[in-house]
């Protein structure tokens, strides 16, 4: 946990995006965001823990663990597609801020500034999750490379 902040914001930038959100509260289990289904927001984990889960072949693999002040819909929202995985409340009761993404484009033209910090504290999220992904892709070739010796 913990990267998945938006962490280039500033006091003020908080203050335009909490103007625009709802507050909603899932229960253990819940899903927040369902795969494959059109993302229309963003959400901001503001209590509990949540886990990002990819659905295969009769199961569920989870990929990450978000908790308070972690971004959850990003790629949906930069893609403007379908979410590419679910994201499960995993706690008994986990509150969340949801912003809308038309709302949050049009705060990007009034805001620029916003814009811009948004996106950067995104490219920084997405550059980490491409390195850890290829730190454990790299393990995972070196663990079979060994087995196959």
């Given at each position: 946990m913990g990267g998945n902040r938006l962490q280039y914001l500033t006091?003020?930038?908080?203050?335009?995006?909490?103007?625009?959100?709802?507050?909603?509260?899932?229960?253990?289990?819940?899903?927040?965001?369902r795969q494959g289904e059109c993302g229309n927001s963003i959400y901001i984990?503001?209590?509990?823990?949540?886990?990002?889960?990819?659905?295969?072949?009769?199961?569920?693999?989870?990929?990450?663990?978000?908790?308070?002040d972690d971004i959850c819909g990003e790629?949906?929202?930069?893609?403007?597609?379908?979410?590419?995985?679910?994201?499960?409340?995993?706690?008994?009761?986990?509150?969340v801020d949801e912003v809308e993404a038309r709302e949050l484009r049009a705060m990007f033209i009034a805001?620029?500034?916003?814009?811009?910090?948004?996106?950067?504290?995104?490219?920084?999220i997405l550059a980490q999750r491409l390195r850890a992904t290829s730190k454990e892709l790299a393990r995972e070739m070196s663990l079979r490379d060994r087995r196959d010796q």
């Open positions: 006091a003020n930038d908080w203050v335009l995006v909490q103007a625009k959100a709802s507050r909603r509260t899932f229960k253990l289990g819940d899903e927040i965001i984990i503001r209590r509990g823990e949540a886990s990002v889960e990819l659905a295969g072949s009769g199961s569920r693999t989870i990929v990450a663990s978000l908790g308070p790629i949906s929202f930069l893609e403007q597609g379908k979410a590419t995985a679910a994201v499960i409340a995993s706690e008994e009761e986990v509150e805001f620029p500034g916003l814009a811009s910090r948004f996106y950067l504290s995104l490219a920084v």
